[in-house]
Antibody
Framework: EVQLVQSGTDMKKPGATVRISCTVS????????IQWVRQAPGKGLEWMGL????????INAEKFQDRLTLSADTSADTAYMDLHSLRSEDTAIYFC????????????WGQGTLVAVSS | DIVMTQSPDFLTVSPGERATINCRSS????????????LAWYQQKPGQPPKLLIY???TRESGVPDRFTGSGSGTDFTLTISSLQAEDVAVYYC?????????FGPGTKVEIK
């Protein structure tokens, strides 16, 4: 089973950028699409975007179009999510997950990373 | 965007009884070219990431107990837990992956009576 390990809790001020890493245990890393999902405290799941590590092409949800950057370092089997211009409503747990294809179910999930945004 | 709705919001079931969760999409998630419904179900327990239970609307993920069954097609789907166990207490989400954005339903919280 593929294991995904995410970076730890992060606290940021409004306007800052947060970077979350997601390291995938299985090779080759480029066999998977990386999906990003967040969950605000006590709320449901929100899809943010996806990345194809093989070619670096990403698709962002329109809500995050200008603020979200997805990338990967294939030599380190690691994907990154950068969320810019943080606001308090970005406080959430952020998850990465893998899917076999762009339009496929999310099989394996990271443990989640709490990002708290507060002045 | 495809909007996903679920019912009920909360479900309280006695141990051993059946639990039924409904999910509806605002447009069909059935690709006629391959006859697959692009619909998954996830289980999330407190403090844990979601766990894939069902994909393609009715295919059980490896290791998922057979008391979990997914059914439906087009726009209407159901997750059935045939005999609720204490470890099934969780929030259940449906999600489509037909086209981006891959939206989730709002979740159904299942509790033991």
């Amino acid at each position: 089973e593929v294991q995904l390990v995410q970076s730890g809790t992060d606290m940021k001020k409004p306007g800052a950028t947060v970077r979350i890493s997601c390291t995938v245990s299985e090779h080759p890393f480029t066999d998977y699409f990386i999906q990003w999902v967040r969950q605000a405290p006590g709320k449901g799941l929100e899809w943010m975007g996806l990345l194809n590590p093989e070619d670096g092409i990403s698709i962002n949800a329109e809500k995050f179009q200008d603020r979200l950057t997805l990338s990967a370092d294939t030599s380190a089997d690691t994907a990154y999510m950068d969320l810019h211009s943080l606001r308090s409503e970005d406080t959430a747990i952020y998850f990465c997950a893998t899917s076999a294809d762009l339009d496929s179910h999310f099989v394996s999930w990271g443990q989640g990373t709490l990002v708290a945004v507060s002045s | 965007d495809i909007v996903m709705t679920q019912s009920p919001d909360f479900l309280t079931v006695s141990p051993g009884e059946r639990a039924t969760i409904n999910c509806r999409s605002s447009q069909s998630v059935l690709y006629t070219s391959n006859n697959k419904n692009y619909l998954a179900w996830y289980q999330q327990k407190p403090g844990q990431p979601p766990k894939l239970l069902i994909y393609w609307a009715s295919t059980r993920e490896s290791g998922v107990p057979d008391r979990f069954t997914g059914s439906g097609s087009g726009t209407d789907f159901t997750l059935t837990i045939s005999s609720l166990q204490a470890e099934d207490v969780a929030v259940y989400y449906c999600q489509h992956y037909y086209s981006t954005p891959f939206t989730f339903g709002p979740g159904t919280k299942v509790e033991i009576k």
